[in-house]
């Protein structure tokens, strides 16, 4: 991919370009902690986007995208985002650029990926991060690893309308090879934790679904959590987030919450801790308890949370029973795309076989295996 993206953008404009990569993220525990101020436990994969980009003096930047196979253009002193366009993630980021008071000039980008469609490894995130890193070196802006992540996270709110949390730029900007970052969602800073699998490996299983559930749900858990808090301030009013209560006091936290509300606020508290408690077993080599955690937090998004889906729950419960699986959970929002699972090295195939035959029976739909190793960060190349 980095070689034709670098010659078509050659043939297209002719000099020789700077190249950035950003990767995707697998997160492999704390799901829906994030806007909650939590923690949650991603790590960069080798999969990810590359951009091209040399100066020009024409006035305008022009870009291709290599998967869209599209060509555009716009004026760099005047633009504005275009409802659901690849080229909103480089016009947001300059927007970014622009009110923090940097300086740029036209110029020349090509895009191109190997990220999977619809796996949920953050393609939109890798693209601004791998966008911002490019501009950063043509235009020696010298931005840091976290300006460019927070960038990102603002330019898609702004201009490609996704009201997405810190982890996904943030993993694919700090990504280390071979270590997952255990990342505190207020503070927005990091652990770095030794992610050895061993025998293991992650294999991610897309179960090719996406219920339209997925964007009101996600509203509506965010809310259910806003009011829980709103409401526990009265016994314990130095919390600011459901991540300031400990797992120790959920008894105290079921008396004064709904039936309605409790699950919700009892897996962001459970997920924060079982959070922490798989850096510390995957830090200390114990594997099999690292599988249970990635089992009991699959349990916990789906009984308690509520945004898994009947094609989750399969994947996940089905890679419980097969030999050499030490733990299944979906990994992102919910209501369709991936499971994560570990899976011994000498089973992958079995596994496959397994559980890809039971799930095209169960559904009449062949799922993807896509096997992950945890890549660089962002970076020139």
């Known amino acids: 991919m980095k070689a034709l993206v670098e010659k078509a953008f050659f043939d297209l404009f002719e000099q020789r370009p700077i190249l950035s990569f950003a990767p995707g993220r697998i997160n492999l525990i704390g799901e829906h902690t994030d806007y909650q101020e939590g923690f949650v436990f991603p790590a960069a994969v080798e999969q990810g986007i590359w951009v091209a980009i040399q100066k020009n003096q024409l006035g305008k930047c022009r870009l291709y995208s290599l998967d869209f196979q599209e060509e555009f253009s716009f004026d760099p002193t005047a633009f504005s985002p275009k409802k659901g366009h690849w080229a909103n993630y480089v016009m947001g980021f300059l927007a970014q650029l622009k009110q923090a008071g940097y300086e740029f000039q036209s110029f020349d980008m090509v895009i191109g990926g190997n990220i999977p469609v619809g796996a949920g490894l953050s393609s939109s995130a890798a693209l601004s991060v791998a966008i911002g890193t490019a501009l950063s070196e043509l235009f020696d802006l010298s931005l840091s690893k976290k300006s460019i992540a927070l960038y990102s996270q603002k330019s898609e709110h702004l201009y490609a309308g996704v009201n997405c949390g810190i982890m996904d730029p943030y993993a694919s900007a700090f990504g280390v090879k071979g270590k997952a970052l255990l990342l505190d969602c207020r503070t927005n800073t990091h652990e770095e934790i030794e992610a050895d699998f061993g025998d293991y490996s992650l294999i991610l299983v897309n179960s090719k679904v996406k219920h339209s559930l997925a964007d009101s749900a996600y509203n509506q858990r965010r809310a259910a959590c806003e009011e829980s808090v709103r409401i526990l301030l009265s016994e314990f009013p130095e919390i600011k987030t459901l991540r300031d209560i400990p797992v120790s006091q959920l008894e105290k ?46 349990q916990s998004l789906s009984e308690d949370f509520e945004v898994s889906c009947k094609e989750l729950d399969f994947l996940a419960e089905t890679s419980w029973k097969i030999p050499g699986v030490l733990g299944s959970r979906m990994m992102g929002g919910g209501f369709g795309g991936c499971t994560i699972n570990l899976v011994k090295n000498s089973e992958i195939n079995h596994f496959q076989d397994i559980l890809g035959e039971a799930y095209e029976n169960e559904f009449d739909i062949q799922p993807e295996f896509i096997p992950v190793k945890i890549g660089q960060g962002a970076r020139i190349v």
């Open 253 to 298: 936290v079921s008396q004064l919450l709904s039936a309605e509300l409790f699950p919700k606020a009892k897996h962001v508290i459970t997920e924060d801790d079982r959070t922490h408690r798989a850096a510390e077993s995957l830090k200390s080599g114990r594997l099999e308890e690292f599988g249970t955690l990635l089992k009991e937090s699959h």
